[in-house]
Structures are given as C-alpha cells and as structure tokens.
C-alpha cells in the first residue's frame, strides 16, 4: 500500500450508532488531519495531529472524536450523529511544518 | 466568510485549448498557495504551488501565476486534455501563522470536451 489510505469507502449509520473511520499513511509524515466535505462547500479542516499530538480542533462537535495511537494511524469515532454530518470525510497528512498535504480517497458517510 | 473563493463553479473548454482557473483571496497573511485535483471518488491529488515570493511556477503543461496586489491567483493548464476533466481547489495558508491550516476555495468542475 502506498500514499495515504482510508477505510471504509463507503458508510451508512443511524443516529444511535457508534462507528469509526480509519487512515493510514505510508508516507513516513508526522503531521496528519481531518477534513469534511459537505455538498457545496470548502473542505473544512476538524482536527490536526502532529507527531502523534493534536494540535488544532476546529470547533468539532464532541460526537466526533479522533484519534492518533502512532504517527501512521489517524481514527475518527462517530457517536450519535446527525443528518447533516452526512459528507465525505478526507484524511490527509504531510511532513512537519509541510505546506503539502497528501489526501486519501476519503469515506462517504450517510447518517439516517 | 470565505477566505478563499473561486467564483466559478464550472468551466468548459475544448480539447487542446487553454483552461484558466481562477481564485481569489481575501487575508493577506496568506503566502503559500496550492492547487489541488479531484477525481469522483477519489481525495483530492497535490497539483502545483506557488510561494509569494513569486508569481510564476511552471510544471509541464501546468502553470500558476500569482498577483499579490490584486489577491488572486490563476492555473492554466495547455494544452487541455479530456484527462484533465476534474474539480480543481484552490488552498492557501500563512506560513507565518499554523503551519497546518490549509484554507480551502469550493472548487471549479473542468470538463475537457474531446
């Protein structure tokens, strides 16, 4: 496996479910992030991790929790979601202080 | 409000034309700026960057052209390729402020008509 991968492709949960999203990198980075793509809009950045710390929240509901057990695993857990947190979630990672991020393919999640 | 906006959400162009993508910027601490790619279903791909301490950077059929007084930048790409068919984004950040913060635009569809 090479660059930065995601999993599941695709998700579809209720309201009262509690799932996770998994990315890994491959690509020696300590940096890696969190970002959500809803229809119409920008990507919006949810959460930074550097070398295994997290070092910026956005202002993410706490029904998004992520993650980083090691600087290769980046996990957000989903707990009681909405309707309107249905988007595709992107990871992305890049090198310290690298104005390159390196996104995977992201997950595309339906919350019912 | 939106710091980073591409006021265009489609372009059309035929074939071995030149497409020119364009964005704008609104805080000037910005200094490092990026393209990026998207395929359906796929994340978005790194294209080519351009530093404020230029206003040209040139990679193959690709080029990024930068004008800080006027706070916008623009990618052309010649010639088009039906490849090149895709949602291009726009992202930019201060160097200066957190190294992680890329600011993204909504993104322009380019379709490439054979």
């Known amino acids: 496996e090479t660059g930065v991968t995601q999993t599941p492709r695709h998700l579809v949960m209720g309201m009262t479910n509690k799932k996770s999203l998994k990315c890994e990198q491959h690509?020696?980075?300590?940096?890696m992030y969190w970002y959500k793509q809803s229809a119409k809009k920008p990507l919006e950045l949810m959460f930074v991790?550097?070398?295994?710390?997290?070092?910026e929240n956005n202002s993410v509901p706490s029904r998004f929790s992520p993650e980083c057990p090691n600087s290769s695993h980046l996990f957000l857990h989903l707990h009681t979601l909405q309707p309107e947190d249905s988007a595709l979630y992107l990871c992305?990672?890049?090198?310290?202080?690298?104005?390159?991020?390196?996104f995977g393919p992201g997950t595309r999640l339906l919350v019912l | 409000d939106q710091q980073v906006k591409q006021n265009s959400p489609s372009l059309s162009v035929q074939e071995g034309r030149i497409s020119i993508l364009n964005c704008d910027y609104t805080?000037?601490?910005?200094?490092?700026f990026l393209w990026y790619k998207k395929y359906p279903a796929e994340g978005p791909t790194f294209l080519i960057s351009?530093?404020?301490?230029?206003d040209k950077n040139e990679d193959g059929r690709f080029t990024v052209f930068l004008n800080k007084s006027a706070k916008h930048l623009s990618l052309h790409i010649v010639p088009s390729q039906p490849g090149d068919s895709a949602v291009y984004f726009c992202?930019?950040?201060?160097?200066?402020?957190?190294?992680?913060?890329?600011?993204f635009g909504k993104g322009t569809l380019l379709t490439v008509n054979p």
């Open positions: 992305a990672s890049s090198q310290d202080w690298g104005e390159t991020q390196y």
């Open positions: 690509l020696g980075h300590n940096a």
């Open positions: 991790y550097s070398l295994e710390e997290r070092v």
């Open positions: 805080n000037s601490m910005f200094d490092y």
């Open positions: 351009i530093s404020s301490i230029k």
């Open positions: 992202a930019a950040y201060d160097s200066g402020g957190s190294n992680y913060k890329l600011t």
